[in-house]
Nanobody
Framework: QVQLVESGGGLVQAGDSLRLSCAAS????????MGWFRQAPGKEREFAAA????????YYANSVKCRFTISRDNAKNTAYLQINSLEPEDTAVYYC??????????????????WGQGTQVTVSS
């Protein structure tokens, strides 16, 4: 079992930056790939970014790859999502998730085994 807790969200202005954190506890964090998804009001949850469990290879949705940076610190059992140049369209609840080794595609939410409760990001224009 892996427990995930997101933090770092809030109300910001367009153009600002945020760093979201995802603290993990439970099973060995370093054995899981980590992903970030977001869900805007009235929309489906969508993939934003992911990072592999060992190689550190990163994956991004085309819509965010110029502004989002995912990283992880296995010593701290924490994953991060740096978001720059925030836009009102980035307003959403942001979720982190853990995918076990040998899991499916990191782009699909159904591939992930564990989820956090989400952190709200609201961007005002």
């Amino acid at each position: 079992q892996v427990q995930l807790v997101e933090s770092g969200g809030g109300l910001v202005q367009a153009g600002d930056s945020l760093r979201l954190s995802c603290a993990a506890s439970g099973r060995t964090f370093s054995r899981y790939g980590m992903g970030w998804f977001r869900q805007a009001p009235g929309k489906e949850r969508e993939f934003a970014a992911a990072i592999a469990w060992s190689s550190g290879i990163t994956y991004y949705a085309n819509s965010v790859k110029c502004r989002f940076t995912i990283s992880r610190d296995n010593a701290k059992n924490t994953a991060y999502l740096q978001i720059n140049s925030l836009e009102p369209e980035d307003t959403a609840v942001y979720y982190c998730a853990a995918i076990g080794r040998g899991g499916g595609s990191v782009y699909y939410s159904t591939s992930y085994d564990y989820w956090g409760q989400g952190t709200q990001v609201t961007v005002s224009s």
